[in-house]
């Protein structure tokens, strides 16, 4: 009977979990069947964002839903613990997305913040150096644009130069004053980041994995691989 072994998903998570409890993070675990007020509200998403719209998300009712990102939790852990504080999760997220070689309706996400006194930008571009090398390698070249989401400000996309092509990571920034100020954390006092990427992007950039689909389509030719 050939031996088994862990799913390339289950690889890629548990080289981020050792990097991000390398710099000092704790993971937590958050629900998958989420309500509206963490995975929305609670993140300064203003009514009009696109992200309501129901083509997007799998409701279950008028209040809950299949969370579309692992930021949800964010609510959840400052609401139990006063800063500072570092955490992180994984797991799984869900949007109504047609599938193809780059969309899936279930994908794979890390999500990492930390609120404390005095933390700025030099922290967060730091901490994701820090992690790029560890998930790529040491000579590892990250680039930071400017960007917009709705839980930071200033916002940034990272991205890493991979065999000659800038390759987009995921999304980071400061945690926004209105979402520190929501859970009680005086903005005044305290400033945070977060940053977030996806677990399947890391693995299909390392090992030349053209179709998202494959990892959930579990066919032992390609699982074998790993």
């Not at 916002?155 to 009680?184: F, K, S």
Request: glycine letters at 8%; hydrophobic letters at 40%.
């Amino acid at each position: 009977v050939p031996a088994g072994s862990e799913h390339p998903l289950s690889q890629t998570e548990s080289r981020i979990k050792a990097a991000l409890i390398g710099l000092g993070f704790e993971f937590a675990e958050g629900p998958e069947l989420e309500d509206y007020a963490h995975n929305f509200a609670a993140l300064n998403y203003p009514p009009e964002h696109p992200a309501f719209d129901e083509q997007m998300t799998f409701y279950v009712d008028d209040e809950r839903l299949l969370r579309t990102q692992t930021t949800a939790i964010q609510g959840r852990l400052m609401a139990r613990r006063p800063p500072p504080f570092r955490y992180a999760t994984v797991g799984r997220c869900f949007r109504y997305e047609a599938v193809d070689a780059t969309h899936h309706h279930t994908f794979h996400q890390v999500d990492a913040f930390m609120v404390d006194r005095g933390i700025g930008m030099a922290d967060l571009k730091g901490v994701l150096r820090q992690f790029a090398s560890t998930m790529f390698g040491e000579e590892v070249t990250v680039r930071f644009r400017p960007d917009f989401f709705p839980f930071v400000e200033p916002g940034v996309d990272y991205a890493i130069l991979w065999q000659g092509r800038w390759l987009e990571l995921g999304g980071a920034g400061l945690i926004h004053p209105n979402i520190l100020e929501a859970h009680g954390i005086d903005s005044e006092a305290y400033s945070g980041f977060a940053f977030g990427l996806g677990v399947e992007r890391i693995h299909m950039i390392q090992n030349g994995v053209a179709d998202l689909r494959l990892y959930l389509d579990n066919d032992f030719r390609f699982l074998s691989r790993f």
